[in-house]
């Protein structure tokens, strides 16, 4: 017998399976090492106490009227919320309560969560305020609160741009405003919340026909947001809306504009087409997946630097969750274990208040909102407890 047939060592999700063929009955020893994608136990440790550090920093921050930050968009006290479920600390179950009483002194007659803000562009940001509400009042698993989450899915539903142009399928800050106009992100939070509260629909009364949004416009508009094969380091990737691209765009020589791909957009276009129950193996949710890791990095928002850099974080961790992929093709044929990687980055940048001992996250590039800590640090919780 050869030396190589002595023994046998299989990979099996991670784990080295040692085979003995001298022993009458086979031993089978398996390594302490964690099944791939999965976080090792001091790292596991190591997340629990920044979650928990940082729902502590977050239920401290709480206003005295129930909300966070800005109170004339409730989606940043839902954000806040939706980063304090789930835990046992009674000052954090306290704050959850107050913030789902304000969030509910939100809601208006026409079934939206949001606040009336006249005069300014893109209004009170109502489909953007409700559906991220609407997503954090199901994830409260309350039944109370079924009839409020029924009436936002109308409301979603209706906000839904269906005119003959290029924004047709998608959603926007505030269809009341009546401009034409919708982007990925609004889009991306409106599949997000139909699909994630589609279940109550069943608890509607019979009486009343069942909601939703047109899911193939929606896939439709998602699809015109996507760099198609042929736009050289772009293709795969997605931008921000039709006009206005937010990474910029290129030129070639034959004069044809391309939008640049960025990394929190390819994500939320990802995993839109997830929740608009585009099979993973699609040509467009897989040329995604490429681009993705053609252009990994959590030193930055790949093509946009700092810029909204934990909303990049959190949507990363919640589109390969629903993708499937523990890990992530790198550079050299190596692969790249995504989920401890964001661990350990979260976990090396969070601030700690050396007098409270809580912890937070800010990011000093203050556009899109997030040189507000609370929301960087919602942000931040909500994506370690995806891990």
């Known amino acids: 017998m050869s030396t190589a ?22 031993e089978t020893l398996v390594s302490t090492e964690p099944p791939a994608g999965a976080l090792g136990l001091s790292v596991r440790n190591e997340v ?117 142009d290029v924004y047709k399928g998608g959603f926007g800050y505030d269809g009341q405003t009546g401009r034409a106009y919708t982007d990925l992100l609004n889009t991306y939070y409106a599949a997000q919340a139909m699909h994630l509260t ?64 960025y990394g929190s957009m390819t994500y939320a276009g990802m995993l839109a087409l997830i929740y608009a129950q585009v099979p993973r193996s699609d040509h467009r949710v897989r040329s995604a997946f490429d681009w993705a890791s053609e252009n990994w990095s959590l030193k930055e928002n790949p093509g946009m630097g700092g810029q909204g850099l934990f909303f990049f974080y959190n949507v990363l961790t919640r589109s390969l969750s629903a993708y499937g992929q523990n890990l992530v093709p790198g550079e050299k044929d190596k692969v790249i274990d995504w989920r401890s990687e964001m661990a350990k980055k979260l976990i090396s940048i969070q601030e700690i208040d050396p007098k409270t001992g809580n912890g937070y996250w800010k990011n000093e590039t203050g556009r899109f909102w997030e040189n507000d800590p609370t929301l960087a640090t919602a942000y931040s919780i909500i994506a370690l407890k995806m891990l």
């Not at 002595?6 to 999700?13: H, P």
């Not at 949004?213 to 896939?219: E, G, K, L, R």
């Open 198 to 261: 589609a279940g109550v629909e069943d608890l509607r009364p019979k009486s009343s026909k069942k909601v939703d949004i047109d899911w193939q416009a929606t896939v439709k508009f998602i699809e015109r947001m996507q760099n198609p094969d042929g736009t050289g380091d772009n293709s795969g990737g997605f931008f921000y809306n039709p006009t206005d691209p937010k990474a910029g765009s290129t030129t070639n020589a034959a004069g044809t504009v391309t939008f640049r791909s």
């Open 48 to 164: 629990n106490a920044a979650i928990g550090r940082g729902q502590n920093w977050v239920a401290a921050m709480q206003k005295d009227d129930g909300s966070w930050s800005q109170g004339t968009f409730p989606a940043l006290t839902a954000l806040s919320v939706w980063a304090l479920l789930d835990s046992k600390d009674p000052a954090c179950s306290a704050a959850v309560d107050k913030g789902i009483k304000y969030i509910l002194t939100c809601v208006q007659k026409d079934g939206g969560i949001y606040r009336n803000v006249p005069g300014r562009k893109g209004g009170g940001l109502s489909n953007y305020n409700t559906a991220i509400c609407m997503t954090v009042l199901n994830e409260s698993k309350r039944r109370a609160l079924v009839p409020v989450i029924l009436k936002a899915r109308e409301f979603v539903a209706n906000s839904q741009h269906m005119g003959d």
């Open 5 to 26: 047939g002595t023994f046998m060592i299989t990979a099996v999700l991670g784990l080295s399976i040692f085979v003995s063929p001298f022993a009458a009955n086979a």
